[in-house]
């Protein structure tokens, strides 16, 4: 497996790959990988004879308050990742080099990005897409693939996709969980082993919710009590959200019916925030 840095180093590599007749799989990082991630690169894998991971943590998706500093890098793990994954190259650009001096220029989705994360992350999608746009440029894959765990970022790369003509395939993988049924998230190991415990919470609220569902309702108030009763007897988790959404455009709707519908919530459990959805 090969590690380039630099954009003309990665171009030569998909180049040859290309001539070789192989289909180009891309699976886009911020590093610090676990199993969730190494699933979308084996997801890749099966889609694509050459596969690119990028490891860039983006500085223009963290908002002022946020962990970019203290994000976790561990580039040495990641390289053994991939390898085991069957990555064939990590791009992993320096800030200064993929972000041009003085640039100038954002990808931003209205709407698909405004609720749920959007607001309360501000700029945060803007950041996001910009920087996958610049990477899909950068690598000029086949197919990208997308964990299920970051639903609303998904729509969002979807709607740019379409928007842009992008010509690339979005694949989206199931959201890969802890033995608890926690969702994996680098910011996992932020948590300690009893908050870990006290995260059980979120995809147990789920579970309510699609059981609620699954008995026949379609009033969105009544789905999101049901999980908000689990979530509520957690008092360590502080809850940001917790919205019925439509699957595409991530607007909270008032009843089920006839709609493909996801639980989407936020919480906050000490400093880590986390995120989870199901389909319903
Ligand atoms: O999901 C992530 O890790 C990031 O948002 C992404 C897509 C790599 C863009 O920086």
């Given at each position: ?14 180049d ?35 596969v690119?991971?990028?490891?860039f ?17 561990t580039?040495?793990?990641d ?16 800030t ?5 001096v ?7 989705v ?47 790369i ?10 690339v ?8 969980r ?14 300690s082993?009893?908050q ?37 007897a ?19 709707v ?8 996801a639980i ?17």
């Amino acid at each position: 497996m090969e590690v380039v840095h630099t954009i003309p180093e990665l171009r030569a590599a998909v180049d040859r790959a290309r001539q070789a007749g192989k289909a180009i799989g891309f699976v886009p990082t911020m590093g610090c990988l676990h199993e969730g991630h190494l699933s979308l690169i084996r997801r890749a894998r099966e889609e694509a004879a050459f596969v690119v991971v990028s490891i860039f943590v983006n500085p223009t998706q963290f908002g002022p308050n946020e962990d970019f500093s203290k994000y976790p890098r561990t580039f040495a793990e990641d390289r053994v990742g991939c390898v085991a994954a069957g990555a064939d190259l990590i791009f992993a650009p320096t800030t200064a080099d993929f972000y041009p001096v003085g640039a100038s220029t954002w990808v931003d989705v209205e709407g698909v990005s405004a609720r749920l994360c959007g607001e309360f992350r501000p700029g945060h999608f803007r950041g996001v897409t910009t920087v996958v746009a610049m990477l899909f440029n950068a690598v000029q894959a086949d197919v990208a693939v997308f964990g299920r765990k970051d639903l609303q970022q998904l729509a969002v790369i979807r709607r740019m996709v379409r928007d842009l003509h992008m010509p690339v395939r979005i694949i989206a993988h199931e959201t890969v969980r802890e033995p608890n049924g926690v969702a994996m998230s680098s910011r996992n190991r932020y948590l300690s082993a009893e908050q870990l415990m006290q995260a059980t919470a979120i995809p147990a609220a789920m579970a309510a919710a699609k059981a609620t569902a699954q008995a026949g309702i379609t009033d969105a108030a009544r789905l999101r009590d049901a999980a908000q009763a689990v979530l509520s007897a957690q008092p360590a988790l502080k809850l940001q959200y917790c919205e019925i959404v439509d699957l595409e455009t991530m607007v909270p709707v008032a009843s089920t019916s006839g709609l493909r519908c996801a639980i989407a919530i936020a919480c906050h459990l000490g400093a880590t925030r986390l995120i989870d959805n199901a389909d319903l």
